[in-house]
């Protein structure tokens, strides 16, 4: 099988382990956001700004011992010790965070004006998730797509069975189930939301204890030492990257008047979630090219391969940017259930255009995590991160969530013309830039002539997206037919 196919089947399996969790994790889009499920608007901002400190608190969990565990496993010719070193560390760390949390919790929901009710369900569930990084990891350096693909869909369909559950049946059923009349509460839905979510995560550890029998704890202090050191720039990264991916709502909510600010993040929420198809996409590809770069980096002539991945990616995500534009009336209807929300749809196209400079730049990061120059990760990713807090700084007193959507889009494409410059210099790649733009800058023209000339006129727009599907088909032929030929 060529290194390619390889590439595709396990973005493929990957795509399946990301994208139907997340898309039955789609469902509770349209659950939250149904009339009388929560009782505002304001209480899906609630949730949201929750959901961005976990974001936050599991790349500082991680502390990028996760991608050192990747680097390290393909270098060292001991790999259990890499496997008890690394899983030793998080064992440690995770353990200690979760007593001191414990102890400094009111203090915590002090500095995040969090219900320290909500707190402390959000303390368990970050153990829970932060123990199973390695076993993940693992399962993905051997190859066990399929086993990770499963865990992670069973993770996912009890969070989603379990929040329906809980906002939908629970009330009507306490009236009949005498037991059940004892965990019914009135407006407890948003700690609902985290119970489901705790019990998803402690089925996963259980799924994966087999791991940790398995397991040899050995722990090589030196081995330790050196992983820290290629981690610690890759969680500085982490953080960076978190603050540019979800600190928008944490700000919108410290920054807007009080009395609209929860609302103004449960819109811009709601209709952020319409770029999930670009950001499912994405993430399965990261998932598949992250163990694909390490283990090609000393084949011959790997440039060539990191070069024709780049422009997959870009070529499929150019359609997916316009098929959602010119669908998103249409999608709307769908995931968003009340027209309290639709406010805010104007963001949806700079969203998708942000994460598909976002998934660009995990291809084009190849270069420094290969060449164990991952302080530059960290370096682009605080450069991102800065422009991030500037612009949200700035334009949200002026142009709210519109405001904390362009500042997405200026980090990505500023971490993309970064990692580009930074590559040519210390590990050139032959990418075709010509083709990559002209894609891009096509897939924008024609998504800015659906959404804002002609949004909701379905004759145009899907002549525009056919148009697109011609010009992709006459210069990829050939890989096409090769592609689907093997």
């Known amino acids: 099988m060529s290194t390619l196919q390889r590439l595709f089947k396990q973005t493929f399996i990957y795509g399946l382990a990301t ?37 936050i608190f599991n790349v500082v969990l991680a502390y990028g011992m996760e991608t050192a565990f990747f680097r390290f496993f393909n270098k060292e010719k001991n790999q259990d010790n890499v496997i008890g070193t690394s899983t030793i560390s998080l064992i440690i760390s995770s353990l200690g965070f979760f007593a001191l949390a414990l102890v400094f919790q009111n203090q915590i929901a002090y500095i995040t004006e969090i219900k320290v009710e909500y707190i402390k369900l959000v303390i ?74 705790l019990i998803a995560s402690a089925v996963t550890l259980l799924l994966l204890l087999s791991f940790y029998v398995k397991v040899k704890f050995r722990f090589d202090a030196d ?32 920054l807007l008047p009080e009395d609209i600010a929860d609302t103004q993040v449960g819109m811009y929420s709601a209709c952020y979630k319409l770029a999930l198809f670009m950001t499912l996409f994405a993430t399965a590809y990261r998932l598949g090219i992250e163990p694909f770069f ?67 730049y995990h291809n084009l990061s190849v270069w420094y995590k290969i060449t164990d120059r991952t302080k530059f990760g960290a370096y682009i990713s605080i450069f991102g991160a800065v422009v991030t807090l500037v612009l949200n700084f700035w334009l949200i007193p002026i142009i709210s ?11 990505y494409a500023s971490m993309v013309l970064l990692s580009y410059y930074f590559g040519r210099k210390y590990y050139p ?25 002609f949004r909701e006129n379905y004759v145009v727009g899907i002549g525009l997206l056919i148009v697109f599907v011609l010009i992709i088909y006459k210069f990829e032929k050939q890989d096409i037919k090769n592609l689907l030929k093997r």
Not at 32 to 43: D, R
Not at 139 to 166: P, Q
Request: include cysteine; aromatic fraction near 16%; charged fraction near 15%.
């Open 401 to 411: 969530y519109k405001g904390s959507a362009i500042a997405t889009l200026a980090a």
């Open 124 to 197: 368990w569930i970050l153990l829970l998730d932060a123990l199973v990084i390695i076993p993940f990891a693992w399962l993905r350096a051997t190859e066990k797509s399929m086993t990770y693909a499963v865990i992670k869909i069973v993770n996912v369909a009890i969070n989603l069975g379990l929040n329906l559950f809980f906002l939908l049946a629970l009330k009507d059923w306490s009236y009949h189930i005498d037991f059940l009349d004892n965990i019914c509460k009135e407006d407890y839905q948003i700690n609902y939301i985290f119970i489901a979510n």
């Open 19 to 55: 994208v139907l969790p997340r898309m039955l994790n789609f469902f509770l889009v349209p659950l939250y956001t149904s009339p009388g499920v929560l009782n505002s608007v304001a209480e899906y901002g609630t949730v949201s700004v929750i959901f961005s400190w976990f974001v």
């Open 294 to 360: 390490f283990s090609h980096a000393n084949t011959k002539n790997p440039q060539k391969n990191y070069a024709k991945i780049l422009e997959f990616f870009v070529t499929i995500g150019s359609l997916i940017l316009l098929g959602v534009i010119v669908f998103a009336d249409v999608l709307k209807i769908i995931v968003i259930r009340s027209e309290a929300y639709w406010e805010a749809m104007s963001v949806v196209p700079i969203i998708l255009l942000a994460y598909l400079f976002l998934g660009m």
């Open 223 to 254: 081995l330790w030492k050196r992983m820290m050191r290629y981690a610690f720039p890759v969680l500085i990264a982490g953080i960076a990257f978190s603050v540019n991916e979800t600190f928008d709502r944490i700000l919108l909510s410290k």
């Open 429 to 453: 790649i032959p990418y075709n830039i010509k083709k990559i733009s002209a894609y891009i800058l096509t897939s924008v023209i024609f998504s800015i002539l659906s959404f804002y000339f």
